[in-house]
């Protein structure tokens, strides 16, 4: 492949990856405002982020499996064409559960998306420039969601929710067109047989895990329920990987003890974005009682601020080594934790966007490093692998943290107390975040001290 080509390709996967995650928190801002308008509850329509993050997780095993079966331009171009089906259902009517159906159709395709861009970029890519790569493929990982609030604020303040839409289907259906016209093929088709049985228990297993947080509130025997039966059905399917010729996930990988932590620390940090991401609306619209506008304006600076944070961080990354963002992001990370707990109804919303800034620099100095540090010890045949339980277990993490911190703030009285709370239980999450990297660094990059 040419470098002109390699650029290409580059750019073309790029754009749609980011697209694809913006659309990940396009329904955030949008949230309080669609409960409204649906006459459903906001425990319900938060389903429409979470269950797209959620699904995204669930279709992730999926990609390492696909990206053998079919050539790189077939995977593309079926992917963008999935969702663009999922976009054009969605606007289409009223109905909750249609509009559901059209977010977890384009989720589906963003499952499987994400995870082929990233293996992409590091195949078509020199080794040297791995570092510098994937601080841009984090860039697009972490800036794409972190936009999507600040853009659907906008788009609400002028339009009803259906332009959430509209906005993705002309940029999706470009993509595609361009693809096919340009996007050359790097990959061969080998002969795969995907075992259904993994693909089914893999999906309803960590599916009923996280369906029964929604229902616990309602129905605690059902979700206890729902909860048991998720977990048995997802030990059988990582039992069935480790006997099976050809896994749809390879668990052996977790025998590596730095792979191991490198996810636990993708999937904390992940959880404590979209937490936040999910709580700001809801806190300035709800409890401060502003626009959705408004919140989107509140959340644009950290957006920005991710946005310019992470290529640097990846170039730094290539000469340095992960110690130094770890530790600083650590830092600024727990720092912005304090003032979120003593926010109240009167709070300036340019105080609060200026903790969001703080916290999202933070954010963005760990997420840059996290997925090329996860994938340094793997050898060339299990990076497919290891890229799939990346963005799997980073998405079902922001799913679970999605649900659970929207639920815990609907849970005192007062709003602004249940928003305390939860921002409380980010800080928990940031503290045990900082346990696992101080150990990370301890034990397997003690050489970069």
Not at 426 to 439: D, E, M, S
Request: charged share 10%; aromatic share 8%; glycine share 8%.
């Amino acid at each position: 492949m040419t470098q002109r080509q390699r650029l290409l390709t580059a750019t073309i996967l790029l754009l749609t990856a980011f697209t694809a995650l913006l659309n990940q928190t396009l329904m955030i801002t949008a949230l309080p405002i669609m409960a409204t308008t649906l006459h459903v509850s906001l425990n319900l329509a938060q389903w429409l982020t979470a269950g797209y993050v959620l699904m995204i997780g669930l279709t992730t095993p999926l990609s390492a499996n696909l990206a053998e079966k079919y050539t790189s331009r077939q995977l593309f171009l079926s992917i963008v064409a999935v969702f663009i089906l999922g976009t054009i259902i969605g606007p289409l009517t009223t109905n909750f559960a249609v509009i559901l159906l059209g977010r977890l159709i384009q989720a589906m395709a963003g499952g499987v998306l994400t995870t082929f861009v990233m293996t992409s970029m590091i195949t078509i890519f020199p080794p040297e420039r791995r570092g510098t790569v994937m601080g841009y493929v984090s860039l697009v990982i972490s800036a794409g969601p972190a936009i999507g609030p600040s853009l659907s604020g906008l788009i609400m303040a002028r339009f009803p929710w259906q332009f959430l839409f509209y906005l993705i289907l002309p940029i999706m259906v470009l993509a595609f067109l361009v693809a096919w016209r340009w996007l050359p093929n790097y990959s061969e088709p080998h002969l795969v047989n995907i075992d259904t049985r993994s693909v089914i228990s893999s999906m309803l297993g960590v599916g009923l895990m996280l369906t029964s947080m929604t229902v616990f509130g309602h129905h605690a025997g059902v979700a206890a329920l729902m909860l048991l039966a998720g977990f048995i059905i997802t030990w059988d399917f990582l039992r069935r990987q480790v006997r099976i010729k050809k896994p749809l996930l390879d668990v052996s990988l977790f025998k590596k003890p730095s792979f191991s932590l490198m996810i636990l620390i993708t999937m904390l940090i992940f959880a404590i974005l979209m937490g936040t991401e999910a709580l700001i609306p809801i806190y300035v619209e709800n409890v401060v009682h502003s626009s959705s506008l408004m919140a989107g304006l509140v959340m644009l600076p950290g957006a920005v601020a991710n946005a310019i944070t992470a290529p640097l961080v990846g170039r730094y990354y290539d000469t340095h080594g992960v110690r130094g963002p770890l530790l600083w992001g650590l830092g600024i990370l727990l720092i912005s934790s304090l003032p979120f707990l003593m926010m109240t109804a009167t709070t300036s919303l340019g105080w609060l966007a200026i903790v969001y800034v703080v916290r999202m620099i933070g954010v963005s100095m760990i997420m840059s490093i996290t997925a090329t540090e996860a994938l340094k010890d793997l050898n060339p045949s299990q990076i497919g692998y290891g890229t799939a339980w990346t963005n799997a277990l980073r998405q079902i993490s922001g799913s679970a943290a999605n649900t659970l911190l929207i639920m815990v703030s609907l849970i005192p009285s007062q709003l602004i107390i249940g928003y305390r709370l939860a921002m409380g239980v980010t800080l928990g999450a940031a503290v045990i975040l900082t346990g696992v990297c101080l150990g990370y660094l301890r034990n397997y990059r003690t050489s970069e001290a």
